[in-house]
T-cell receptor, first 112, second 115 residues
Framework: GESVGLHLPTLSVQEGDNSIINCAYS??????FIWYKQESGKGPQFIID?????DKRQGQRVTVLLNKTVKHLSLQIAATQPGDSAVYFC???????????FGTGTRLTVIP | EAQVTQNPRYLITVTGKKLTVTCSQN?????MSWYRQDPGLGLRQIYY???????DKGDVPEGYKVSRKEKRNFPLILESPSPNQTSLYFC??????????????FGDGTRLSIL
């Protein structure tokens, strides 16, 4: 069936390095994608979003890349800091006002 | 401060004892939603509301009820809780009624344990 998935469940990076978290999707009709960060004991926090008419969007230290050809989404975090340690998950809108599906998440651990 | 507030944050109760988890947002958002989060399954939507007096089922609505009498509040009601409803619950809201087309703001969660 269709799913929002992640290539790696865990990712460890050295402080200061760049991080790349990947997300695969299978619904070619999906037109809006969003990344959330979830720290322990807290609710998901919005990081960045992108619509299907874009390939790339940048925020502060974060970049989201969308490759519609291979149905792949990635989140890049520049100069990863200890405060970036969290679970990151993507979500896709498969069409309509309320058709958002969430992935299961990747746990990012930053090694000091 | 703009926020979504859930209460209680933690609750241990027994099978069959009705409970309500409250959710309130102070951002005048139209859209509100309830999710449950279980290991390995990600966030799954229980119910959502696109405006006052407008509610609809999400992916896993069985065993739950909601109401939206006021714009700011969206309580989740478990009439007869069962152990399979043990989970971490999140309430979320977003500005317009198009909940899947914009960022949602989440509360900090309510951990329910049903014995």
């Amino acid at each position: 069936g269709e799913s929002v998935g992640l290539h790696l469940p865990t990712l460890s990076v050295q402080e200061g390095d760049n991080s790349i978290i990947n997300c695969a999707y299978s619904n070619s009709a999906s037109d809006y994608f969003i990344w959330y960060k979830q720290e322990s004991g807290k609710g998901p926090q919005f990081i960045i979003d992108i619509r299907s008419n874009m390939d790339k969007r940048q925020g502060q230290r974060v970049t989201v890349l969308l490759n519609k050809t291979v149905k792949h989404l990635s989140l890049q975090i520049a100069a990863t800091q200890p405060g970036d340690s969290a679970v990151y998950f993507c979500a896709e809108n498969r069409g309509g006002a309320n058709n958002l599906f969430f992935g299961t998440g990747t746990r990012l651990t930053v090694i000091p | 401060e703009a926020q979504v507030t859930q209460n209680p944050r933690y609750l241990i109760t027994v099978t069959g004892k009705k409970l309500t988890v409250t959710c309130s947002q102070n951002m005048n958002h139209e859209y509100m939603s309830w999710y449950r989060q279980d290991p390995g399954l990600g966030l799954r939507q229980i119910y959502y509301s696109m405006n006052v007096e407008v509610t609809d089922k999400g992916d896993v609505p069985e065993g739950y009820k909601v109401s939206r009498k006021e714009k700011r509040n969206f309580p989740l009601i478990l009439e007869s809780p069962s152990p399979n409803q043990t989970s971490l619950y999140f309430c979320a809201s977003s500005l317009s009624s198009q909940g899947a087309n914009q960022p949602q703001h989440f509360g900090d969660g309510t951990r329910l344990s049903i014995l």
